[in-house]
């Protein structure tokens, strides 16, 4: 199912229940980034970025301090963290927001793109020395989505070499274990 498929998807859900008690009680600060229990749906995000209780900016923040925090696995399954970049796609989808213009309705949420994925500009391995220095000049079908709906790329994440087996561990990138499962 492709980005736009989700999108549409989300811009017809009716709001269940939960999501409609959820707008009128704001989000405890830190127990609402992607990366961390309780995780809040796509959907909720977007409606707590549309009502204003919440920026890109600062779900982008939260997800890189989620992501570098010594007691998560994070700094193991992200290979490259795009700090800067991730920060101006913030900031420009929450100035968009502000004029009126959402581009889908998760324009500005955070994601990461897998190693197995060609990025314009960002250098993709597929977790293989041989690749190790590949920067391609084109994005796959699934990052132009990704990037068209306003996902903010906030870096790459581990894989297993060329993603031929079940878990991840490379020369390359090292080895990802299950956080809650080490």
Same mark, same amino acid.
């Given at each position: ?5 989700? /999108? ?5 859900r009716?709001?269940t229940?939960?999501?409609? /008690?959820a707008e009128?009680?704001?989000r405890q600060?830190g ?8 995780m809040?749906t796509v959907?909720?995000l ?5 009502a204003?209780? *919440? *920026?890109?900016?600062?779900l982008?923040e ?10 998560g696995?994070?700094?193991?399954a ?9 920060r ?5 989808a ?7 213009v ?9 994601? /990461?793109?897998?190693?197995? *994925? ?6 993709t ?23 068209e ?5 906030v870096g ?5 070499e ?12 090292? /080895?990802?274990?299950n956080?809650?499962?080490?």
């Amino acid at each position: 199912i492709g980005v736009a498929a989700l /999108a549409q998807y989300f811009a017809r859900r009716a709001p269940t229940d939960e999501a409609r /008690a959820a707008e009128d009680e704001p989000r405890q600060p830190g127990v609402h980034a992607i990366f961390c229990l309780p995780m809040w749906t796509v959907a909720q995000l977007g409606v707590d970025l549309a009502a204003g209780r *919440t *920026t890109s900016r600062q779900l982008v923040e939260e997800a890189f301090a989620k992501i570098v925090d010594p007691a998560g696995e994070g700094s193991r399954a992200f290979v490259k963290l795009y700090a800067d970049s991730a920060r101006a796609e913030a900031e420009f989808a929450d100035r968009l927001r502000k004029s009126g213009v959402r581009r889908s309705p998760v324009d500005g949420l955070p994601i /990461a793109v897998k190693d197995l *994925t060609a990025t314009s500009g960002i250098r993709t391995t597929y977790s293989c020395r041989a690749f190790a220095d590949n920067v391609p000049d084109f994005d796959t079908a699934v990052v132009r989505r990704i990037r068209e709906a306003g996902f903010v790329i906030v870096g790459k994440t581990n894989t297993p070499e060329f993603g031929t087996v079940a878990f991840t561990e490379s020369d390359l990138n090292g /080895a990802t274990s299950n956080p809650w499962s080490p």
